[in-house]
């Protein structure tokens, strides 16, 4: 399965961001898909996750903001980002987990779309 996240780019503190993450992959349906972050000098983290059956899961840290959302129809994971703050600055990673998996180390990964937040 490949991933490929988008969306990313440079954003003023408070202002938002959507990223996308697209495959071909048919059956993508199925899968649980999730975002992470990993922001220079720290170890890759959890942000939002939507499972098969569009039940949602977020980290504490981006609660309220965050928004994942899934269109099956276009195999296509969104993450709205609102009230951006600097300490949201990271690379964002989209990733799936099979087998009706949610949890632990996910079985596919994308390319990883820089989000920076500015003063």
């Known amino acids: 399965v490949q991933l490929q996240a988008s969306g990313g780019g440079l954003v003023q503190a408070g202002g938002s961001l959507r990223l996308s993450c697209a495959t071909s992959?048919?059956?993508?349906?199925?899968?649980?898909v999730a975002w992470f972050r990993q922001a220079p000098g720290k170890e890759r983290e959890f942000v939002a996750g939507?499972?098969?059956?569009?039940?949602?899961s977020y980290a504490d840290s981006v609660k309220g903001r965050f928004t994942i959302s899934r269109d099956n129809a276009r195999n296509t994971v969104y993450l709205q980002m609102n009230s951006l703050k600097l300490e949201d600055t990271a690379v964002y990673y989209c990733?799936?987990?099979?087998?009706?998996?949610?949890?632990?180390?996910?079985?596919?990964w994308g390319q990883g779309t820089q989000v920076t937040v500015s003063s």
């Open positions: 939507i499972r098969w059956n569009s039940a949602l």
């Open positions: 992959e048919h059956t993508f349906r199925g899968y649980t």
């Open positions: 990733a799936a987990y099979s087998g009706g998996r949610a949890n632990g180390t996910p079985d596919y």
